[in-house]
């Protein structure tokens, strides 16, 4: 049964339709003013079981969270205005409280006047002895039950407040307050004693907010204070002093905490931000409790709040943040901003968002610190790669004091891959700087940290590039702007640079970059983890293909710089020239036939790459095998676009005769055969080198030569390649292999018997 659906078909039907309703819509029936909650309850629930009921609960209690959720969306969207409206109103209570009292007083005179006119006007028309009899009557008058009751009031009262006795003091301003209502009094009277009651109010008041600020005053006699203020009827003179009162003892206490005394300022920003907030959660407390959430009231809380989460951000700002963030040690910077969110966010239960406050203060030096710190990443990776011997070599044992079980287990993981030396301080590095960012994803800093990893790898990869013997004889040069880093001269060298960019690329990299989108985060987003990493899957692969991309560039460098070293003599000479094949026509013996030099020593260059891949790829066979292949699609790729080569071969002076073409034959068979038996013959390798073949025998037969009828059968060229291959690996001896590699025109193929070289 599905979660707010129904037993019966009206409440199932009901239920399905509500479904598909926005949470307004689900909203508008309780909204409405005669919404009977019996009613509904009797409508929905007449025949359910209880196991439906509780169904129908969890949904309603759901839809309470939702509706909980949108309204605090909604107060938090127009906040400015809140506290702006609220504050006005406040304002105005406090001019018609001034207009009330302003006018009783003046009705007050108005009466006094009239009783005045009154008793003045018994004595017009009177004779003069009898008024003087009535003056000394009226002196000699006894006092009246309420004069004397007025002087016992007024006397007591000022005992109660000498002694500071509220309690009673209140008892016996509300009696007063009840003797004046009655409506018993004469005109004066009345007057005489809500003048006194006014004074002894204020008395009262003004007492009490004097010991409101006192620092002896603890927080019951506070809350006491305040509770008999609002008592009094000046509600927002207590609730003002009630925030200065705790406003008083932070300041008071925050002196004690000496920022000097502290481990570079961590146990000074949890001990002050232990008091800010805990001193703010206290005063919400008193506030809420005292003067429950009444908007006035309720705003000025929030705007001394805010005031206070400043203040104390400016401090910390001040004494913590700002050196750690300028030299680059985001590790501080992320550890103080940590444990300030810590605190800050225990008050949302309270309904005091706080975190934007920090977080519009503090991001400034986060970036800053994470531009420091990739900069002195590159730095120090930099330094190291000048000394660097690019040997592979498991990571030392070392971890950092702070989070000691997150560098445990990074530990353990890295303890199983080979790096060289500053391969693994730029991994060590990263891994850092990924566990700080992703402890504090409320900032959403995981873009910008992510870019700036690429960008790190992307320097890192420049100067692998640069170790490289011919990069660095024209780039890697002093006064040129480039980092110095140490030349890898040997193949196993350059390799091991290659097994760096992969290993990072390919693993430690993008583990690295799951921290930043996996920090800690509270109980209310546990449940969105699993469409969190799915919606995060695109970025990853996104990520990994551009970490692929720099690792392609390093590979490439190297085939490009073997390929150079192949094609290219030490004084600039071309090896792979037309003349090597031109030439030999022109001889009157018939050759041994074997592959041309350069492609021997391709052979024996890929080889021996391919020994050295296999022990230091393990695990990673197919990037070895794209090696070896991109290697040799690079020098055929160039042999093959070489256009003065094919201006020589197609419309040079000399032809190129039969021997040259079926060197030139041989040669290509030798490249893919060697490369077949590899596996690393590529489907574009192999059709390039079949275009090539194409188009050497079309040269011949521009001269109107039959190449069919020269070229042996392709079984031979498969022979006697295989044969060059077991001799230069050592399996065969040329002796052995002499009677094999007799001429070919004994088995040339006939025009009948030929067929196309593409499927040679």
């Known amino acids: 049964m599905e979660k707010g659906s129904f037993s019966s078909s009206k409440g199932s039907d009901s239920a399905d339709f509500e479904a598909e309703l926005t949470l307004s819509d689900k909203l508008k029936v309780f909204k409405t003013s005669n919404f009977d909650p019996q009613n509904y309850v009797t409508n929905h629930c007449g025949a359910m079981s209880e196991k439906e009921i509780r169904h129908l609960c969890i949904y309603l209690v759901g839809l309470k969270k939702a509706s909980a959720e949108e309204m605090r969306k909604s107060v938090y ?41 009154q008793v003045e006007s018994l004595h017009d028309g009177t004779d003069q002895s009898r008024d003087d009899s009535s003056t000394v009557d009226f002196e000699d008058r006894e006092p009246t039950n309420f004069d004397q009751w007025l002087s016992k009031f ?45 004074e002894n109010r204020q008395k009262l008041a003004d007492q009490l907010a004097e010991a409101t600020c006192q620092p002896s005053t603890n927080g019951f006699e506070l809350r006491s204070s305040v509770q008999a203020m609002k008592r009094l009827g000046d509600g927002p003179r207590a609730h003002t002093l009630l925030l ?35 001193t703010i959660a206290q005063a919400a407390n008193d506030s809420l409790s005292i003067f429950d959430d009444e908007p006035a009231f309720t705003s000025e809380l929030v705007t001394w709040a805010v005031n206070q989460t400043q203040a104390f951000a400016q401090l910390l700002k001040k004494n913590v943040v700002a050196a750690p963030a300028a030299s680059g040690c985001l590790r501080i910077v992320t550890e103080c901003v940590h444990v300030c969110l810590g605190h800050c966010l225990l008050l949302e239960d309270r309904g005091l968002a706080l975190c934007p406050t920090l977080l519009r203060i503090f991001r400034p030096f986060l970036e800053q610190a994470l531009n420091a710190n990739l900069k002195r990443i590159d730095l120090s990776t930099a330094a190291i790669a000048a000394s660097d011997d690019w040997s592979l070599s498991y990571p030392p044992v070392a971890g950092r004091g702070w989070g000691a079980a997150a560098a445990s287990v990074t530990s353990v993981v890295a303890s199983q891959q080979k790096l060289s030396s500053s391969a693994h301080r ?36 420049n100067m692998m590039i640069n170790a490289f013997p011919g990069s660095v004889e024209t780039e890697n040069l002093e006064g040129s702007g480039r980092r110095i880093v140490k030349m890898a001269e040997s193949e196993t060298q350059q390799i091991a640079l290659m097994a760096n960019a992969l290993l990072l690329a390919d693993e430690l990299l993008p583990r690295a970059t799951m921290k930043l989108s996996s920090g800690n985060r509270s109980d209310v987003d546990q449940s969105r983890r699993g469409s969190d990493r799915q919606s995060r899957m695109p970025e990853q692969r996104e990520l990994k293909r551009r970490l692929q991309r720099l690792v ?81 699609e690079t020098v055929i790729l160039w042999f093959s676009d070489d256009q003065s080569f094919w201006e020589e071969i197609e419309a040079g002076e000399r032809a190129l005769g039969p021997l040259g073409l079926q060197q030139f034959y041989l040669d290509m068979e030798f490249v893919i055969l060697f490369a077949s038996q590899g596996r690393y013959l590529s489907r574009n390798l192999h059709q390039v080198m079949k275009n090539i073949i194409a188009r050497a025998i079309e040269a011949v037969q521009a001269n109107n030569i039959d190449p069919y009828s020269v070229l042996p059968e392709d079984e031979w060229f498969a022979d006697v390649a295989q044969i060059a291959i077991k001799m230069l690996t050592g399996e065969a001896s040329f002796e052995h292999a002499e009677r094999d590699m007799n001429s070919p025109t004994a088995s040339a193929r006939s025009p009948s018997s030929a067929h196309s070289p593409g499927s040679a």
């Open 77 to 117: 969207a127009n906040y400015a205005s809140f506290i702006r409206t609220s504050k006005e109103i406040s304002d105005l209570e406090g001019e018609l409280v001034s207009l009330k009292n302003l006018l009783s007083s003046r009705a007050n005179i108005i009466h006094d006047i009239a009783d005045g006119v």
């Open 154 to 198: 007024t006397e007591n009262l000022e005992v109660l407040l000498a002694e500071r006795r509220v309690e009673e003091a209140l008892s016996a301003l509300d009696e007063a307050e009840n003797v004046a209502a009655q409506d018993q009094l004469t005109p004066t009277a009345l007057l005489s004693l809500q003048n006194s009651i006014m």
């Open 244 to 278: 200065k009162s705790h406003q008083q003892k932070l300041q008071r206490n925050a002196q004690s905490i000496n920022p000097s005394s502290a481990a570079y300022g961590t146990a000074y920003t949890t001990a002050l931000s232990h008091l800010v907030f805990s």
């Open 426 to 461: 730029f991994n060590t590095m990263i891994q850092e700087l990924c566990e700080d960012i992703g402890s504090l994803e409320i900032l959403q800093l995981s873009e910008q940290a992510l870019e700036g990893v690429l960008q790190s790898f992307n320097s890192y990869v």
């Open 552 to 632: 392609d560039q390093l590979r490439d460098s190297f085939c490009r710089q073997h390929a150079l070293e192949l094609i290219f003599t030490e004084d600039g000479g071309v090896r792979l020239s037309a003349d090597m094949y031109l030439s030999m026509d022109e001889g009157r013996e018939e050759p041994e036939w074997f592959p041309s030099p350069i492609y021997q020593e391709l052979f024996v260059k890929l080889t021996s790459i391919a020994s050295i891949a296999s022990d230091i790829f393990v695990g990673r066979e197919r990037f070895a095998t794209i090696l070896l292949m991109r290697f040799t």
